[in-house]
């Protein structure tokens, strides 16, 4: 059965801090994989992922793939309490997207 | 923009009762779908529609229905409400699949309970 799970399940960090949200995925047919933030309503898109190795940047976050080791991590540095969201992590395969639980990220100020 | 637009934001049934849940998009994408997401879970995929007339199941499809008479709307029927059904149901729509575009506009999420 695929699965994507992400871990920790949930963070607490303060301002300022650099974190680094993980994501192990086992997905029949991979083709891509994606991350959001969900902050109090609907997910936003972050990245899509679909190479090894190539880093996607985007300000402060940064994400990259590892399709050997059937990982991702998404890197967060300076840390805002803006930044504070459930991070999902996305398995695409052919017509599909299989979701993680998330990841909690609690940024203090 | 209203992107895609999702009724009503919060609902309680009565077990047995039916209703259904509105989505409406103005991108004009061809791809929508329906998600669930129960607390501290991943959003489960319940049917998904890849252009006017056609529909097909996703992971979680039971007690539920969808109809996609134009590119607009995608309504989620649930017609026999059950506990099981409480959850928060996202709409989403995207130009093409998920997979190759990446991005999924969500709706705003409609948080039903079943008592």
């Known amino acids: 059965e695929d699965k994507v799970v992400q871990s920790p399940l949930s963070l607490v960090v303060h301002e300022g801090d650099t974190v680094t949200l993980n994501c192990s995925y086992e997905?029949?047919?991979?083709?891509?994989l994606l991350w959001y933030k969900q902050e109090k309503k609907a997910p936003t898109f972050l990245f899509m992922l679909t190479s090894s190795g190539i880093e996607k940047k985007s300000g402060r976050l940064s994400s990259i793939l590892d399709k050997k080791e059937l990982f991702s991590i998404l890197n967060i540095t300076a840390t805002q309490t803006g930044d504070s969201a459930i991070y999902l992590c996305v398995g695409g395969s052919q017509g599909n997207l299989i979701f993680g639980k998330g990841t909690k990220l609690s940024v203090k100020p | 923009n209203a992107g895609v637009t999702q009724t009503p934001k919060f609902r309680i049934l009565k077990i047995g009762q039916s209703m259904t849940l509105q989505c409406t998009q103005d991108?004009?994408?061809?791809?929508m779908y329906w998600y669930r997401q129960d607390p501290g879970m991943g959003l489960k995929l319940i049917y998904y529609s890849v252009g006017a007339g056609i529909t097909d199941k996703g992971e979680v499809p039971n007690g539920y229905n969808v109809s996609r008479s134009t590119t607009e709307d995608f309504p989620l029927r649930l017609e026999l409400a059950a506990p099981s059904q409480t959850s928060v149901y996202f709409c989403a729509s995207s130009l093409r699949t998920g997979v190759n575009t990446g991005e999924l506009f969500f709706g705003e999420g409609s948080r039903l309970t079943v008592l």
């Open positions: 991108m004009n994408h061809n791809y």
């Open positions: 997905v029949t047919n991979f083709r891509s």
